[in-house]
Each structure stands twice: as C-alpha cells, then as structure tokens.
C-alpha cells in the first residue's frame, strides 16, 4: 500500500468518471415546480458565479471560481458549451447543468447541482432528464461526467441510478480554496482544513 501524505493547504480527492454509452429509452419526465432557462453566450459571469457559489460552496467547487475572467468567458462562451439552470417560477436560478460538446461525438456534463434547500425533492431527477436529453444530440454516441468524494454522498449513487456506467478513478490533489481565499474557512465543515 503506498500513502502519500497531502501538503498542508491542499486537498485529495478520489474521482470517479461515470459514462453512457446508449441513449437512455424515453420514459416518463420527472416532474418538478422548476423550469429549465437556456442562458446563451455571453452568458452573465457575475450571474453564473454566485449560482456556482451557492450549489458548490457545501462540495468545494472551485473551477470556475478559480479561473481568470477571461478564461471563464472564453469557456462560457465557447460555441461547444451550453449553460442551462434550473428556475423557480419568479425566475431564481437553483440549479446548473453545464455542458460540454468540444470532443468529437461525446458531451461532458460539466457540471450539474441543485442548491442545497433544494435536494431531497425529486429536482434532482427532473433536472438530469432535461440535461439527458440536451446530451443526446443527433451527433453524440458517448455522455460522460465526473464526480468525487467531497461531492454529496449520494452524487455517484444518483448517476448511476440514472443510467451512467463507472469507467475510471484517479486522485486529485489541489489547493484547498478555502485556504486561498476562493471561500470562507468555515465553509464545508465536513472536510477538515489543514
């Protein structure tokens, strides 16, 4: 067994890349009080962030709050990237299914969360039916995602009862971004800050 002891200041994390290969057959829609809301490019950087922010805080998302300003925009913008969020009939976005159609016949969903308050009432569900079939565009024969272990604990359970597949794991050490400032220190007090 080899241990590799993590710098003071970063984080490890196990991720595990889950894929689906066929369309999944139609079936019912989920049903949801949301709606889904395309935000076509440019899309609102200030926006997308604190919609980040507010999914990813209690899991230490950090890419996009980690990116120049510049590198944000030329992703969010990119012709190969939709950003799609979740509504509440007054027009708060709760949730984001970012995806990513730059490799050759494959869509990486990127990212996709609900806000907290908002878990553990079927959203979930809804929301990945709406992210499923923007996928699987006519060109797409591979969707894929990825999660880790600082993810919510039924991240990984829910993408595999939605019909994805566990293909690969590797580790992931990074800087901790409550140390460099990205959130507060008491932010995701389930992972300890060292």
Not at 53 to 73: C, H, T
Not at 99 to 107: I, K, P
């Amino acid at each position: 067994m080899a241990i590799q002891v993590v710098p003071s200041g970063e984080l490890a994390t196990v991720v595990t890349c889950l894929e689906m290969r066929a369309r999944p057959a139609p079936a019912l829609p989920a049903r949801s009080a949301l709606k889904l809301v395309h935000w076509p490019a440019p899309v609102d950087k200030a926006a997308y962030l604190d919609l980040f922010r507010r999914i990813g805080a209690p899991w230490l998302w950090r890419g996009r709050l980690a990116q120049s300003p510049a590198d944000l925009a030329a992703t969010l913008e990119a012709p190969t990237t939709q950003v799609h969020v979740a509504a509440r009939r007054d027009g708060t976005p709760v949730g984001l299914i970012e995806l990513d159609f730059s490799a050759a016949a494959t869509c990486e969903i990127v990212y996709f969360g609900l806000e907290p308050g908002m878990m553990g009432r079927g959203h979930g569900r809804w929301l990945m039916d709406h992210a499923l079939r923007l996928a699987w565009r006519e060109d797409v024969a591979r969707v894929w995602l990825h999660t880790c272990d600082l993810d919510h604990p039924a991240a990984r359970d829910f993408y595999q009862r939605c019909g994805f597949i566990p293909y690969e794991r590797w580790l992931e050490t990074y800087p901790d971004p409550r140390v460099n400032g990205i959130y507060p220190p008491d932010t995701a007090p389930q992972v300890p800050m060292l």
